[in-house]
C-alpha cells in the first residue's frame, strides 16, 4: 500500500493566478514523478526528480516548474495558469523493489480546471 | 513511433466472465519492465502486476495475470471472474530509463475502458 498525497484534488481557477499543486510521500522514495493527463487519455510525463535539489524536465512540454528541497515534496507550480492548463495531474513515486522491479505508485490526482 | 499499443477502446464483458485486455510493446532493450494499471473514475492509477523481460514465468496476482509472449512483444493482462468493480480504465505502461540516474518513465497506451455487465 501506497502512501503518497496530492493535495487539492479539484482546483478551479481563473486565467493569469499562479497555483501549486502538492504532492507528499511517506514512503522515503528517492525518486518522484509528474504525470499530465488529459480525460481518457494516456499519461505523459512532464517532470521528475531522483533526489533531493534534483529536477528534470519529462517529454511532454510545460509551463510548470517543480522543486525538491525535501525527499518527501515535491510540488508543481504553475505561474500564470491558462485554459491549457486544464488537465490532471498525477504524482508518483518509486523505489527499487528488488532485483529490476521499479513500481510506481500514484498519487490520486489533482483535476485543474482553468477558465 | 508509439510505443504501448492498446488496440481495443472499449469492452463490454458480463459479470464473473474472464476478460482479456491487450497490449503490445515496441523496444529493442533487452531489459525492460511491463506494468498494468487500473484507473477508476475517480482518476486515481493502481497498480496491478509487473512483468520483467527476464521473467521466465508469467505474473499473476490474485485474479490478475499477465499472459506474457516476450517474442510477439505482447503483454496482455488477463481479468479472472470479472466482477463490477472491475469496470474502469486499464493502462498498459513499458518502463525506460531515463538518466543516469537510475530514474525511470513509464511509457502509457492509450488504455482500455472496461465495462463489467451485471
Known amino acids: 500500500e501506497a502512501d503518497i498525497y496530492q493535495t487539492p484534488r479539484y482546483l478551479v481557477i481563473g486565467t493569469g493566478k499562479k497555483i501549486t499543486l502538492e504532492c507528499s510521500q511517506t514512503?522515503?522514495?528517492?525518486?518522484m514523478y509528474w504525470y499530465q493527463q488529459d480525460p481518457g487519455m494516456e499519461l505523459h510525463l512532464i517532470h521528475y526528480?531522483?533526489?533531493?535539489?534534483?529536477?528534470e524536465k519529462g517529454d511532454l512540454s510545460s509551463e510548470s516548474t517543480v522543486s525538491r528541497i525535501r525527499t518527501e515534496h515535491f510540488p508543481l507550480t504553475l505561474e500564470s495558469a491558462r485554459p491549457s492548463h486544464t488537465s490532471q495531474y498525477l504524482c508518483?513515486?518509486?523505489?527499487?523493489?528488488?532485483?529490476?522491479?521499479?513500481?510506481?505508485?500514484f498519487g490520486p490526482g489533482t483535476r485543474l480546471l482553468v477558465l | 513511433a508509439q510505443k504501448i499499443t492498446q488496440t481495443q477502446p472499449g469492452m463490454f464483458v458480463q459479470e464473473k466472465e474472464a476478460v482479456t485486455l491487450d497490449c503490445t510493446y515496441d523496444?529493442?532493450?533487452?531489459?525492460?519492465?511491463l506494468f498494468w494499471y487500473k484507473q477508476p473514475s475517480s482518476g486515481e492509477m493502481i497498480f496491478l502486476i509487473y512483468?520483467?523481460?527476464?521473467?521466465?514465468q508469467n505474473a499473476t496476482e490474485g485474479r490478475y495475470s499477465l499472459n506474457f509472449q516476450k517474442a510477439r512483444k505482447s503483454a496482455n493482462l488477463v481479468i479472472s471472474a470479472s466482477q463490477l468493480g472491475d469496470s474502469a480504465m486499464y493502462f498498459c505502461?513499458?518502463?525506460?530509463?531515463?538518466?543516469?540516474?537510475?530514474?525511470?518513465?513509464?511509457?502509457f497506451g492509450t488504455g482500455t475502458r472496461l465495462t463489467i455487465i451485471p
Open positions: 508518483a513515486s518509486s523505489v527499487l523493489a528488488g532485483g529490476v522491479q521499479e513500481t510506481q505508485y
Open positions: 514512503m522515503g522514495h528517492d525518486k
Open positions: 526528480s531522483y533526489g533531493v535539489n534534483s529536477t
Open positions: 523496444t529493442s532493450d533487452q531489459s525492460y519492465g
Open positions: 512483468q520483467g523481460s527476464y521473467d521466465e
Open positions: 505502461a513499458m518502463r525506460e530509463s531515463i538518466s543516469n540516474f537510475g530514474n525511470e518513465k513509464l511509457t
